[in-house]
């Protein structure tokens, strides 16, 4: 449970270790969903307890060995939701805003990143993934699962890189935006007419 250091790393690099590091979790006898999330937990600077792995450890074998839903998934979802979920589900004012935060900038973010990974495998569910390998306890399907938890893994740092991205180009333009609002308002006191097409000019640059 080291932390490592990700800093100057392409995001093929990290995605690489974070594969490395999950195959190394599992020959230690961590389950899928624990896996994929203490590796999130090692590679990532978040603000979670040591002890957060708890919540994960009964997603394993397809959530208590039911073989339903795989646990590596789960653990993607929990472990991106460290750096992209809600700190505080309550900071919109109202029902609607959260409801609408959800749906316009969570949901489909996290869906993104599930139909990936169901493109990739075909299916989602830990039954469906194994079953092909026969006996569970078989060789074959250890090392399937191996793959399969890695990949999680290594999907789940990619769109965390991605996100850290979006918000840091983000920030610089909130930023700079800021900055140049004060500048067009003091240059334009005398000239009311000058401060709408600044801001059109902008947001252009911004969106496209």
């Known amino acids: 449970m080291a932390k490592v250091d990700i800093s100057g790393m392409t995001k093929e690099e990290i995605m690489a270790k974070a594969e490395e590091i999950a195959k190394g979790y599992f020959r230690e006898g961590l389950n899928c969903s624990e896996c994929v999330l203490r590796t999130f937990m ?3 600077d978040i603000d979670l307890p040591d002890a957060a792995i708890t919540l994960c ?11 339903n839903n795989c646990g590596a998934v789960s653990g993607a979802v929990m472990a991106f ?19 609408a935060e959800l749906q316009e900038e969570i949901y489909p973010v996290f869906g993104k ?22 006996d569970f306890n078989s060789v074959d399907r250890k090392r399937n699962c ?3 938890i890695a990949y999680c893994a290594a999907v789940a740092a990619k769109y965390a890189e991605e996100y850290k991205k979006m918000e840091s180009i983000l920030n610089k333009n909130v930023k700079a935006n800021n900055t140049m609002s004060v500048t067009a308002v ?17 947001f252009r640059r911004f969106l496209f």
């Not at 939701?81 to 409801?99: L, N, T």
């Not at 139909?115 to 469906?128: D, G």
Request: net charge positive; glycine share 12%; proline share 4%.
């Open 186 to 202: 003091e240059n334009t006191r005398n000239n009311q007419e000058r401060l709408p097409n600044f801001r059109v000019v902008f």
């Open 81 to 99: 939701g460290a750096v992209k979920g809600r700190r505080d589900p309550f900071a919109k004012e109202d029902m609607g805003a959260r409801i």
């Open 113 to 134: 990143m599930v139909n990936e990974i169901k493109e990739h495998e075909k299916t989602l569910i830990c039954k469906e993934l194994c079953d092909p390998f026969g």
């Open 57 to 67: 450890t009964g997603f394993g074998g397809g959530m208590g060995h039911t073989q």
């Open 146 to 148: 191996k793959r399969l």
């Open 42 to 44: 090692d590679m990532h």
